[in-house]
């Protein structure tokens, strides 16, 4: 600028000085185009200016200019392009471009003014100064707005720098050309249709500026529009509803599924952020992931609490758009449970008679899984005699299935059993205890079959001789045995008074002291019988054998004995040959066995050689010839011993008296041992006291017996009886046995005042005793005469037939002398 003006202020300098110093310069002007190359001529300035070829030397002709674009050439005189002359940064856009300059002449010197007016050439095309136009359109903006475009500049004027624009097509834009008001022409971009970023977010456009000139130059620029993104799309999941099956009991953190939705802005318009639009309780199960979108558990689910659940899921973007989709979960059962028994109803016990199918309980199974899980059956342990009996709707019965048996068994422990038709199966059990109650079923049982008791004779009254004893196997009362004599071969009076047992223990006790030779067995049937309603009982025999001891001496019957326990005597004829049969010793033994068996032993004997004793027989015999030389009369001692431990014997002493005649042996019979003589007249004196004593005593009970018949002979008839039993351990059967110091047979008297008939029976012998009366009958020392009134008050009497009265009296007498001697001899 500063040169310009410069230049400004010489030209005017210039033109002032052509004004002042000389009207003679001439004002030449030319016009050339810009950019002509160097050495071009102008014109021939020298002919323009007048001048001739040959002075020109002489007048120096030259350019006088700041800048030397042009030089006069010294042979022609031509003006020459000497620079690049570029009529744009000469002038710009002025509309006339001249260059103005002088040259100068010398000898004469002289100016002359020269104007080389540059004229435009089209060398510049249209230029943007940009290569790229950004434009940030946003996709609401509405059809018709408008974008101004840069203008490119031209440094060529006039229609060199007019311009027209060109865009390359496109549906959404278009070019509306504009015009300032200096008359440059611009272009503004116009939107034609809504844009989509989210279909096409950019769009590259040509924009060409042509210029007028000729050759036509054109400059081209690309706008590149980015379409700036607003919020205007939602969220999208990928699916509406999203469906998944889960199996129950998943470990917590298992990933359950990925929701993804979608926004089709960009940036914060697209961030999406997730969450759980459902009731509380489902968060505590599941969890999601506000960024990703994955959904894991966060509890355990159980099929038996919710077999499915639905969660709605929000995703909302950064510009508060939301959008929302279900999670359809189905659990999937598991086989995690197993069944559960209950006891609806339990008897804790059922008697032993129940019948098989006896309902003992009622049995409930649950089990909350589903389908085959949730099936359930029912079974009993093994070995017990019980079984499941129906099954409805999971209810059982626990049914007996046998008989039971509480002595076997008297308690079971039942084992239930329940379980699922899973995979694998689950099952339960549950146990049972079920008491089975006593029923009076079984009878008492005796250790054995039968007792045999073996009881000594004697033994002692009231002691315990044995003992029976019967289980029972039921309980308590049922079981509780007692004891008691139900039969016996005994009479029922008998009995009593022989055995007795203890109904508690079972002792059988002997109420008597018993006698062998009175009883030898007896028999009992005995019973036990429990307390069970009803009672149940067991018999069993117990026969008791009395067992024999010694305790009978040897009875010597024959010969029977004198006072003196000796014989009275046996006569033997002076010609008995050795061997003669004298007598016979005969003994019995109330014992048996050993007890009673007998030997016979001589003792003493007057003369030991004359006579043999049978050992076993008894029998007396003579064992030699007699000669006149032995003596008449002969005594022999005999024992009598039995086998019995200790033995006990008896003896007899034997008179022997060798005689032909009774007539002849008289004499020696009566010639008597001193003591012998001595102690028959002592009898003799007793005896005849006894009578005397018996005598009067008999008499006074027959006239008192005839007294009191005569005072109530018009009373009524009483009878009376009265029994006196002698023997008094002499029982009602009284075997054939004799026992020392007793006799025995009853006696008895019975005074009955029936009409006109007395009858006294004062001795009654039984047929065994027959021996014993003929041995009393035979006794010579028992004759005895009864006197006149006795005879007199028995003809009064009606005898009994069988017994005459004196044989009763006298035995009464002898039996009372023979207990005289017996307490005199003791
Ligand atoms: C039954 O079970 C109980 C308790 O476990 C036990 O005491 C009893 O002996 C069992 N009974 C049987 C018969 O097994
Ligand atoms: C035992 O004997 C009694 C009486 O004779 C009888 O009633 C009962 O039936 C008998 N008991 C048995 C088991 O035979």
Not at 112 to 124: G, H, M, Q
Not at 416 to 445: R, Y
Not at 575 to 584: R, W
Not at 684 to 697: M, R, W
Request: charged letters at 20%; hydrophobic letters at 40%; proline letters at 6%.
């Amino acid at each position: 600028m500063g040169r310009i003006t410069e230049r400004r202020g010489r030209t005017l300098f210039l033109f002032l000085a052509s004004l002042f110093c000389s009207a003679l310069s001439e004002h030449i002007r030319y016009s050339i185009p810009e950019e002509m190359a160097k050495g071009s001529v102008v014109g021939n300035l020298a002919k323009d200016l007048g001048l001739e070829v040959r002075d020109l030397p002489a007048r120096k002709l030259r350019v006088s200019a700041e800048r030397e674009y042009f030089r006069v050439s010294k042979e022609s005189g031509d003006l020459l392009v000497n620079d690049r002359i570029d009529r744009e940064e000469i002038c710009g856009k002025k509309p006339v471009c001249a260059l103005e300059f002088e040259t100068v002449a010398e000898n004469p010197l002289n100016f002359f003014r020269i104007t080389v007016v540059i004229e435009d050439v089209n060398d510049n095309p249209p230029r943007f100064s940009r290569n790229v136009i950004d434009l940030e359109i946003s996709e609401i903006a509405l059809p018709g707005a408008t974008f101004a475009l840069e203008s490119p500049q031209d440094p060529d004027v006039g229609v060199n720098s007019l311009l027209q624009y060109f865009l390359s097509p496109d549906s959404h834009f278009s070019l509306l050309p504009k015009e300032n008001p200096d008359g440059s022409k611009y272009a503004e971009l116009v939107l034609e249709k809504t844009l989509d970023r989210e279909k096409q977010s950019t769009y590259h456009l040509i924009l060409t500026a042509v210029d007028g000139g000729v050759p036509v130059r054109s400059g081209t620029v690309e706008i590149g529009i980015n379409v700036t993104d607003a919020n205007d799309n939602w969220p999208v999941f990928s699916q509406e509803v999203y469906r998944v099956s889960l199996r129950e009991n998943l470990p917590v953190g298992s990933s359950v599924l990925q929701v993804t939705a979608t926004d089709q802005d960009e940036g914060n318009n697209s961030e999406i952020t997730y969450s759980i639009r459902t009731v509380e309780t489902l968060k505590h199960l599941f969890r999601l992931d506000a960024k990703s979108g994955e959904i894991s558990t966060q509890g355990v689910l159980d099929f038996e609490k919710g077999e499915g659940y639905t969660i709605g899921v929000e995703a909302k973007d950064g510009g508060g758009h939301t959008a929302h989709c279900k999670i359809q979960i189905e659990i999937l059962d598991e086989n995690d449970n197993a069944p559960e028994v209950t006891f609806a109803s339990v008897s804790n016990h059922i008697p032993e008679d129940s019948m098989p199918g006896t309902v003992v309980a009622l049995i409930k199974t649950v089990d909350p899984d589903s389908g085959v899980n949730g099936e359930v059956f029912c079974r009993v342990g093994d070995n017990v005699p019980f079984k499941i009996s129906s099954s409805t709707n999971n209810l059982y019965k626990l049914v007996t299935d046998g008989a039971l048996d509480r002595e076997e068994t008297s308690e079971y422990n039942i084992t239930i059993i329940a379980t699922d038709k899973g995979n694998p199966p689950l099952s339960t059990s549950k146990i049972l205890t079920l008491l089975i109650t006593d029923v009076n079923d079984n009878p008492p049982v005796f250790l054995q079959p039968s007792y045999v008791v073996y009881v000594p004779e004697n033994n002692p009254s009231g002691a315990s001789i044995s003992s029976v004893s019967a289980t029972d196997l039921d309980l308590e009362g049922n079981g509780r045995v007692s004891y008691s004599i139900v039969n016996s071969d005994l009479e029922p009076l008998q009995l009593s008074s022989y055995v007795s047992v203890n109904s508690h223990s079972g002792h059988i006790f002997a109420q008597r002291s018993f006698d062998y030779e009175q009883i030898r067995t007896f028999e009992l049937t005995l019973q036990a019988q429990d307390a069970g309603s009803p009672a149940l009982n067991a018999n069993v025999t117990v026969r008791v054998f009395i067992v024999d001891s010694n305790d009978n001496a040897p009875n010597i019957l024959y010969p029977a004995l004198g006072p003196d326990r000796s014989a009275l005597f046996d006569m033997v004829p002076r010609s008995a040959e050795p061997g003669y049969l004298i007598t016979k010793v005969v003994a019995v033994d109330a014992d048996s066995g050993h007890n009673a068996w007998l030997a016979y032993r001589v003792l003493q004997a007057t003369d030991p050689g004359l006579f043999s004793l049978g050992l076993r027989t008894g029998e007396v015999r003579s064992a030699r010839a007699l000669t006149d030389r032995d003596a008449v009369r002969h005594r022999l001692l005999v024992s009598v011993q039995d086998g019995g431990q200790p033995p006990l014997s008896a003896t007899v002493v034997l008179h022997l008296v060798f005689a032909d005649s009774l007539q002849e042996a008289l004499p020696e019979m009566r010639e008597e041992d001193p003591a012998a003589s001595d102690s028959q007249s002592e009898l003799q004196f007793y005896l005849v006291i006894a009578l005397a004593l018996i005598s009067v005593l008999f008499l006074t009970t027959v006239m008192l017996a005839i007294a009191l018949r005569l005072r109530r002979s018009s009373n009524p008839p009483i009878l009376k009886c009265f029994q006196v039993d002698l023997c008094s351990n002499t029982g009602p059967n009284v075997p054939a046995n004799y026992s020392e110091g007793t006799l025995p047979y009853s006696y008895n008297l019975c005074a009955a005042s029936e009409v006109g008939k007395v009858e006294y029976n004062f001795l009654k012998l039984t047929g065994e005793m027959a021996p014993l009366q003929d041995l009393l009958s035979n006794d010579p020392s028992m004759v005895l005469s009864t006197s006149d009134e006795n005879k007199k008050v028995i003809s009064d009497l009606v005898i009994s037939s069988h017994v005459s009265f004196f044989n009763a009296f006298f035995m009464l007498i002898f039996y009372i002398s023979y207990l005289v001697l017996k307490i005199r001899t003791v």
